[in-house]
């Protein structure tokens, strides 16, 4: 009942050549219409991308947003500029965006509220670094990301995110989880979301992030509680953007 989501980001990637070779790709596939596809450009191709995909199987998500929604912010983007874009996704919390730039809890959590002020769906990334593996701190670590949101947000809020665990030393090293891997934190997230609320739980779209790439993501999505996927690297590419795609539908 869960519809997989397949979205790509393309980090601080891509031109308006490659958006035109992603329709032209997309176009061409057919993917299924029962896959959500994503396309996740830098700012500056934002509304580009919204006029270029349009028709297209996909739907435009932007990198990250300003909690506020104006003001003095030199460099920033607000919500309600992105939904001007045509955009419909937004990636909260991404691990570059928490490490690069000091993005805590409390500031993806802002951000996730300023998303679903405006009707956009925040993807809230969450994820251990190698080390915190190491510690065995993967559950605590991953809650805590999760539920500082969850907490925070009356049930209808709920209803509306998409939550991305990406586990940090998987991502952009090639080094995927193994399924195995994947689906025993999906999981345990989703039994976390059920233990609050049943529907929450079953409803909630959980994608996997971190060297995702068209040999790996069949074995991937057919993890019970693997719901689609976050793609970096693979979704610059439109043939192994699109096989993902296929199999996730
Ligand atoms: P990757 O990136 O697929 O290149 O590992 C995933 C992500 O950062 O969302």
Known sequence: MRKPLIAGNWKMNGSLALLETM?????????????????????TLLMSAGKILAGSSA??????????????????????????????????????????????????????????????????CVGETLEEREADRVETVVLGQVGTVIDA????????????????????TGRTATPDQAQQVHAMIRSWLSDKD???????????????????????????????????GASLKPDDFIAICHAAG
């Open 198 to 232: 049943p529907a929450l739980g079953e409803g909630m779209r959980l994608l996997y992030g971190g060297s995702m790439k068209a040999d790996n993501a069949a074995d991937l999505l057919s993890r019970p509680d693997i719901d689609g996927g976050l793609i970096g």
């Open 59 to 124: 739907e435009i998500g932007a990198q990250t947003l300003h909690p506020e929604s104006s003001g003095a912010y030199t460099g920033e983007t607000s919500a309600s500029m992105l939904t001007e874009c045509g955009v419909r996704y937004v990636l909260v919390g991404h691990s570059e965006r928490r490490t690069l730039f000091a993005e805590d809890d409390q500031a993806v959590l802002a951000r996730v509220k300023a998303a679903l002020g405006a009707g956009l769906v925040p993807v809230l």
């Open 153 to 172: 947000l009356s049930a209808e809020e709920r209803s509306r995110l998409v939550i991305a665990y990406e586990p940090v030393w998987a991502i952009g």
């Open 23 to 43: 329709k032209q790709a997309l176009s061409s596939a057919r993917v299924s219409s029962a896959v959500d596809v994503a396309i996740i450009p830098p700012f």
